[in-house]
Every structure is written in C-alpha cells, then in structure tokens.
C-alpha cells in the first residue's frame, strides 16, 4: 500500500508540476498558471476580466490566479510576465484578431454550448476570391455551406451575409465568431433553417485579411479601413451576384439576410438603405450607425429610409449593449425609425461592445430567419 | 537645420524603440528584437537556426540578435524569455503545427517567392467534410480550386493529393507547407498545369484537426495517429471518390497525383501499392516507407510492388534530404526498386526531415505532372 501511496504521490507531483495553461473548475471558475520561476510579476488579460488579474508564485516557480465564476462563453486571454506579453506556452489554441493574438477557450455551459464543435454534421467552409468590379479588384471572403448541402444538389438555399466590425477581416466572424460552429449547432437542433453565410471583407481598401495580399506579412492597423463613404456599400451587390451565381441560393429578397457588428451594423443600416429591394433581414449589432461620416445627421436619410420600409422588411432588429458606447446613435435611430412609425425589434442586452455580445446577436438571429 | 536634425534623431529615437519583432535586413541577415528589461536570459530558436540564439540587452531593455545570413526561405521561430516560451509580441503571424505555436515570416528570394503572396489571381481554399465508409466517420479535409475554376464551369480538373506528416493533420500543407500559395504561383507562372489540390487527414484515428472534433480545444500528443496498419490507407477511395463526385475532376489514374511528406510519404507509398490503378504520378518526400510496421521488411511487398509497375506510374520520385534520419529506408526502396528494374527518379537534397525540404519538393514535384 505504501508502494501504492508513493506512486500516487509521484503522480501527482509530476501533474502538479504539468498543470500550467488554463483549468476550468468544476464551480466555472478558471485557474491560469505559467511556470516563470524568475519572473517579479505576470499577470493576465483578456475578455476573461474588466482588468489583468495578477498571478501568484509558488515555491515551484509557478504562478497561478483563479478568476471569479465566469459566465457561460468562448473567452480569450493572454499573459504579461515582467513587462512582456506572452501567450499560454500550454494552451496551442490562438486566434488572430486585427493585430492580436491571443489564446481561447470555453467555459462551458447553456449558452457557450453553441459556441462548442459537437457531434454534429458539419458544414463545410470556404475562403473565396470574387471579382468586384465596384472596388475595382478581386476580394477574399469565407463562405460557409450547411452539412447537407452536398447532399442535395437540386435543393436552393437562403443566405446569410454578415459583417465584421473595424480591424476585423473576412476571418473575424469565423474566428471570434464562431460562426460555422454556431450554424452546424442551430441547424442540427432545428432552432435554424440550413442557410449558407457569407463572410466578406469590408475593408473597403483591404481586398482580404493581412498576409493574404501580395503587400505581404503586413498588419493594417492605420485606420485605412476608413474609406471613401458608402462606396464599399455601393459595392456590395458585387457579392450577392458572385454568391448567387456560384452557390445554390433562392436569388430573392425573402431568402436573403444581412448582419452586421460594430462597423459592419453601420454597413447593413447603409447597404439596406441603398437597396431595399434586397434584403428581407436585417440585423444591427451594436451598429455605428453613420459609420465612415463626420457628423452623422440621421435626418439626412429619413426619405431613404421611408422608401426602404414601403416594402418593409420582414426583420429589422437591433441589438446592442446596456453599457455599449454606440447606444446614443443607436438610440437615436430607434427614435427616428419610432417617429416615422416603421417597424422594428430591439434588443438590449447586458454588457458593451464585445464579442461576447455579438456571438449572442447571432444565436439570437439566426433563429428568426426565412421562417415565414 | 539643428531643428530638423533634431526632428530627424527624435524620429530615430522612436523608430529604435520600436524596432522589435523580426526583421529582414538587405544582406538576408535576420535580426529578432524583443523589450525585456527585467529579464536575465532572451533567446530565439526555430527552424532560423539549428540551436537557439542568444540575445544581448541594451540600454533601453530591448534584446536583439541578428543571424548569419539565411536562405530565402518561410521561417518559422519563438523567443525564450528567462525559461517561458514567448511567441514575438510584434510579429501577428503564427501557425500551430500539432502542439506547437510558432511565429513565421519570410525571407525573400528566387525560392521563397514561390511561398510569398503575390499579385497574381488566387485559388479558393475549402474546408470539408466527407462521408468515410472505410473509416466510420465523417473526417475534414482542406481542398484547393485552381483561380480558373469558377471561371470555367465546363472545365474538368486533375487532382493532386496530398499527405501530412505524423502530428500534422489536414491545415498542415496549407499552413507549413504554403501549397495554396505555391500552387497560385506556379499555375500563374506557367510552371503547373491548373489543378485541383486535396489536403486530407491522414491520422486516422482523428476526423480532424484538433479543436474541430467535439473533444474540443484538445491536443492529441500522443501518437494515437498510429492506427492499424494500412487501414487509412485501404479507405483512401472513399476521399477520392468524394472529390470526383463533388468537384469537376478527370476522374482517371492519368489524371490523379498522391504525394505525402514523412508519415504521408510511407501511406503514398502504400496506398500506391495497395490501388495501383489509382494514381500515375508518385512522390514520396522524407518517406516513412512501412509506416506502421514494427520491423520493415521490404520484400514482404516484392510481389505488390512488381503488380503496381506492371502498369508503371508516370512518375515515382523519391525525394529526400542527404541528413534525413529516414534517408537508410529510402536508399533500401531504391535498391529494391533497381534490383527489380523498375523505374524511378531521385532527387537528394541537402538538409534533412524539414518542411522547408518539404516546400522544395513541392515546387519540384508540381511542374512534373499531368502534362503527357
């Protein structure tokens, strides 16, 4: 027994020594460790705390922090050991977003279960070039096509076009967004219609995601995104046409839908304003309503808008944060759209402009679509 | 004049404080640059040098060390910062390959332009997942479409395969290896015939890559890729079948490529032997000949061998680096193969059991196919 005792103890020694990276507990709190036996301090940021948290040292060299109980969500994080940022040499899942990278998991629960690859069939998902004779040049973005799609290959399906926010790329949704994950989830449960979604880059002087343009391995972080006002929503039909002419689509109205966060909510508000006659759902994610113009004078568009809701569509909702820093100008389109007597859905949830917020819009979303 | 010279070391001053990260210096030297100032010990490995090297601090707390000068060549490095792995906090680019995540950039040059990006039309890259009877499963495999491909819905295709090594899995030719890239380049240059290039998975006790099966965010270090011998290999039809139903392909053997690095090159080898009417050109980089076997003993296959090249592929290259652990097991293939007076062509380069070997071979292989 004594025998036994000792091994089990060496075993646990040698677990001890291993248990670096991130650890959920059973109570969805999350212990971080990172052995740096000569570090003074490190500590560790990311959508998992409001402010870095500060690990402490044990007589190993390892350093440990267990958060507060953590919601339900798919949440990334790095760590600042003496200055220097440092991502989880224990933990190889890492995501690029803008000019950062960091690592991820999940905390498991109801909602992040959408979030989480299942035991589902997949979807498969695909980075595309597409001439745009709009912007003058080919363009990335990802598509993703529902398990079944192959599968039928006389069945028409109705489409999802949805946007990142600024700094994002044809990547964002699909990476922080989960969004092929999401899809195969919500279909395999019935809570959505098998859709293809559509992920374009809407940098309007960014064909695709940095490293994928002969400018090379080289990171936008200049703002250039900021392009010329509603050109790249002049644009846009370029996809639709590029998509309905490659992908199986119902090429209508009723089938088609457009989403958007941040700066990609502004782009949906401009796109479905410049064609009303495409989209029958709409979705504004904490939307910079306005986006690419000084001073944004919601009145401007009030005969813009009237026409677009004399065949008002199906679905036009906004969502967006309690603490979100864009709730005034999304307040003030509510008020407008209120005055003018046209319909719509709000939703506002808890929390800002994060991530977090706009994987639930989409869980939120997708379940509304081409059910009529 | 003192002002603008003032101005001008102002500038300098800025630009040396933020000079970290890597960077490419005119004669092909490399110098890593990382801010530590509390540190005692910085290094840089990875495939930049065959051991680590150690930076020296400055006065501002930034560690720097510059390389001989290197080959045009993808790179791929980390630092090592008093013991704890950091990837470069200034450089966004990195790749896992299994359980690690590295930082890569390249170094230009005439070879390494087949690896860099460039201004030339760009293939569509898919993600996919296709029924496997053989295996039980559905599994993932990434797909590469010529540019032309959509442009030509007429137009049928031939298909090259292609085999990761152990712990890689179906992002590793598109990640590592550069293929939808390379491949862009070499059909735009006239260097390869337009085709169609298939990524699988090819360990096959996993559907796919780790983080896209519902064990979740999970690591497979642990050599489970090693299945039953040869199962992977009988079930091969069942991709191939799944691209010739589901893409535009000349579905005959004069018109189908198998190739495979390490792992990959030992299944190309027996998956040639096991349908030798499948696929008219070979290549087997670094091959693992008897993948899966305790003792290999070649003649066992003498009978399989002599049945293959009685309708001899087009092309069997071998190819294989003059320090490759493997290089023993390879120089035996070749001897069998000379003994028997079957046809073969080898190419020996310098290095060893490396992907940058393994893009070299690659950018060989390509011009030699589907152009009887």
Redesign the interface.
């Known amino acids: 027994m004594k025998k036994l005792a000792m091994l089990i103890m060496a075993a646990l020694t040698v677990f001890a020594a291993y248990a670096q990276g991130y650890k959920v507990n059973p109570d969805a709190t999350v212990t971080f460790s990172?052995?740096?036996?000569?570090?003074?301090n490190v500590s560790v940021a990311g959508s998992i705390s409001a402010k870095p948290l500060n690990l402490t040292k044990d007589s190993e060299g390892v350093w440990s922090v267990t958060t507060p109980q953590l919601a339900p969500d798919f949440y990334y994080y790095w760590f600042v050991?003496?200055?220097?940022?440092?991502?989880d040499?224990k933990?190889?899942?890492?995501i690029?977003d803008t000019?950062?990278?960091f690592n991820?998991?999940?905390v498991p629960g109801e909602q992040s279960a959408w979030y989480?690859?299942?035991?589902v069939?997949?979807?498969?998902?695909?980075?595309?070039?597409y001439p745009s004779p709009g912007l003058g040049c080919?363009r990335?973005m990802t598509v993703y096509t529902p398990?079944e799609y192959?599968k039928n290959p006389n069945k028409r399906y109705p489409v999802l076009y949805i946007l990142h926010g600024t700094g994002g790329d044809e990547g964002a949704w699909e990476g922080l967004g989960r969004t092929s994950i999401i899809m195969d989830n919500m279909i395999a449960a019935g809570k959505a219609v098998p859709m293809i979604v559509v992920m374009p880059n809407c940098n309007v002087n960014d064909p695709a995601a940095?490293?994928?343009?002969?400018e090379?391995?080289y990171?936008t972080t200049d703002g250039r995104s900021y392009g010329e006002c509603n050109k790249f929503e002049m644009a846009f039909p370029d996809i639709v046409n590029y998509i309905d002419k490659?992908y199986r689509t119902i090429a209508d109205k009723q089938h088609r839908a457009l989403a958007g966060l941040s700066m990609g909510g502004g782009q949906t508000w401009r796109i479905s304003l410049n064609y009303p006659d495409l989209f029958d759902y709409l979705g504004l994610y904490s939307a910079a309503i306005g986006w690419g113009e000084k001073n944004v004078q919601l009145e401007k568009y009030e005969e813009a808008l009237l026409r677009q809701f004399k065949n008002a569509p199906a679905l036009y909702w906004i969502a967006i944060g309690e603490k979100d820093f864009l709730l005034k100008r999304n307040n003030d389109l509510r008020a407008q759209l209120d005055r003018l007597g046209l319909p719509y859905s709000y939703y506002e949830s808890t929390g800002g402009h994060s991530w977090s917020n706009w994987r639930l819009y989409l869980t939120m979303f997708v379940p509304q679509l081409f059910k009529k």
Not at 121 to 129: A, L, R
Not at 210 to 214: I, L, N, R, V
């Open positions: 990172i052995k740096a036996p000569k570090a003074d050991v003496d200055g220097v940022k440092t991502l040499p933990n190889h899942y890492a690029r000019a950062t990278l991820v998991f999940i989480a690859v299942s035991d069939p997949h979807g498969d998902v695909e980075q595309v070039w080919d990335r398990a192959r940095p490293g994928y343009t002969h090379g391995m990171i490659n």
